[in-house]
């Protein structure tokens, strides 16, 4: 992919859905895994809290090398409760029990950095998503089959998990799984990079 600034493009993730996202854009690009504490602030904001994670992450990342970083943080936000990655079968079962007939919005924060020039894009790209009244045996049957245990709010979107959905609202599908190509298309075209 031809770029104008000559730099490489480096993804501050190994997370393979952001990967195969990324990949859809036909950019050469590395992934190189961020060391950040995700702890949220005292009376932190979701929509600051993924701010200041995707920019965290492509300045650990700027430290190390000259590229164009993409840095990306997400959180599910139900309420005024804040959704992390459920880890275990048990605490997704719970988190969906919650998430039952509710609307969810995900937060995305999305950095571009230029770690040459120090210029930086930062942007927050919500997204809703409205939740059908689950029973118990729907949700064993959509966590034994997806396994969604590292995702935000113990769903893959791009899997199974959409049966879970009555509706969803946003300006970018991409944004729920967790890296917004249309914002980041915008970002990218701005630092140079010639798409498509």
């Known amino acids: 992919m031809n770029t104008s600034t000559s730099l490489p493009v480096v993804l501050a993730s190994t997370s393979l859905y952001r990967k195969e996202l990324l990949q859809r854009t036909g ?46 943080d997400q959180v599910a936000v139900s309420g005024d409760e804040i959704l992390g990655k459920p880890g275990t079968h048990e605490n997704a079962v719970a988190q969906l029990r919650k998430l039952s007939g509710k609307l969810v919005t995900f937060q ?21 998503v409205q939740f059908r009244k689950l029973d118990e045996q729907q949700i064993e049957r959509y966590l034994r089959a997806d396994k969604p245990y590292n995702c935000a709010g113990s769903f893959k979107s791009e899997g199974l998990g959409i049966t879970l959905f009555e509706r969803m609202d946003g300006d970018d599908p991409t944004a729920l799984i967790g890296l917004p190509l249309i914002r980041l298309t915008s ?3 701005q630092a140079g990079v010639v798409l498509p």
């Not at 809290?49 to 995707?54: G, H, I, M, S, T």
């Not at 571009?112 to 930086?120: A, G, K, P, Q, V």
Request: glycine share 6%; hydrophobic share 40%; charged share 25%.
């Open 108 to 128: 995305t924060g999305l950095c571009l950095l230029n770690s040459t020039s120090n210029e930086m894009q930062v942007d927050n790209i919500p997204f809703r």
């Open 27 to 72: 950019i050469d690009f590395k992934t190189i895994a961020p060391d950040v504490d995700e702890s949220c602030l005292p009376g932190e904001t979701p929509e600051n809290l993924v701010k200041r994670l995707a920019e965290a992450k492509a300045r650990v990342i700027g430290k190390t090398c000259q590229a164009l970083i993409i840095g990306s």
């Open 187 to 189: 970002m990218l075209m």
